[in-house]
């Protein structure tokens, strides 16, 4: 929603389950009687379909029409109010747009609803807040999204009870983690040597590694989910620890803690602004055609996107590179990713190849739900600092050392000659997904950091 300026509204679903119809015979037994279920119950494994099934239908009787690139968003264009938009999670729902009481006032006959209007919401343990200012010319709304709620949730909560706060360039610390400190078994990945060293433990050492491994569960828990919706400066460590799941060490579980200390202590929080005359955020990269229409006067299009991509070559263990992705609509990152690339690259420009290829399909993504959304966009903008990369995407010849890419080099030719996207060459020091993959000194990590988020 970082491209609207629209009025936001939280609502709730009571005892959310209980409205749906439970179609198969099921039956509880309560003191010593049996009785026959009617609606979904929580605790049954099929409530949650059941509900989404229930409440699909009450929103398309209401005219709201779920989207292809994502089921839980459901657009209505409203004659009043323009294009509105409806989030549903669960019970959870956020609503975009105005004529807020007649939209809580339509869904009351089928369901019981609380609700919540204002600057600032809570949803999901995110908050988002709206400011508006005006000028003498124009009218600007920011948007601001954090994770304080969720974080302050979890403070002073078993494994997350963490107090000094740190600066640190946390994914220099947890990088070389894997080989130091005992190993805690995760399961199937961890040696058999191991696994007999762990089963004659005394009792009390085995409870311990146990307790150990659930620790780091849990935190990483909370980390992947910080990362995924508000927090991508989170995203490299949560990627990293991952990957150790199952063949956890000593050290891993501190540098777990660190990461977790690290989120605490820095409540970064993403933001962006619109300007309603000209209708789109300084995001200060352009395609050619807005570059000419600037210089003529016309004004941009409502979102623009632009998509950072990067890689770092063969730092793995296992010799495989890593991808960044972060996609930007007005300034705002809407998504980011730091995975291990599923090839292996034979050279640093193949890797931000496939870097920039699988860029390519996520920025696809979200020009579509764009579309669906019915919000004017620019024609993407994916930047990389790999000057050989771009040769190669705008490049008709088959050369030995790029032949063997086959599919995925003329996927990302393609999306190029037709325009789909503009690849632009981005200074190594401005390259926001540097920090997606790999582990930087804390000057540069928090350098880029500021570029795409703001400290509160």
Known sequence: MASTTAPLMVMDVTTAFLHADLPRDVHVKIRGEVFRLHKALYGLKD????????????????????TITDPCLYTRQHQQHGQTYLMVYV??????????????????????IKHKQGQQHDYLGIRITRTTTSAATTTSTTTTISLTPYLSAIAGIGPFRV????????GRQIQGGGKEGAMVSGGGRA???????????????????????????????????????????????????????????????????RALQYAKSHNNILTTTVEHTTGAAACGYYTTAQLSDLEKGQQFPTAQIVTYVDASFAMDAGRRSRSGIVICVNNMPVYWRSSKQTITALSAAEAEYSAITEGIKHTIHVRDQLDEMMIKHSTPVILTDSMSAIHMANSDKIQERTKHLGIRMQFTRDHVRKQTVELQHVPSGDQVADMLTKPLHKGAFHRLVQKIMHHE
């Open 163 to 170: 107090s000094t706060p740190i600066t640190i360039d946390h």
């Open 47 to 66: 409530s949650p379909r059941l509900f989404h099934q229930h409440i699909h239908s009450i929103l398309t009787r209401l005219s709201w029409q779920a």
């Open 191 to 257: 040696d058999n040597k191991e696994q007999t060293r762990q089963q004659q433990l005394p009792l009390t050492q085995q409870k311990q590694h146990k307790h150990r491994l659930k620790e780091y569960q849990q935190v990483l828990g909370t980390l992947t989910y910080a990362a995924s919706t508000a927090r991508p400066d989170l995203a490299y460590a949560a990627s990293v620890l991952a990957s150790k799941i199952g063949h956890v060490s000593t050290h891993d579980v501190q540098m777990a803690r």
């Open 91 to 112: 019970d959870d729902l956020l609503y975009v747009g105005g004529g807020q009481k007649e939209v809580v006032e339509e869904l009351r006959p089928h369901l019981q």
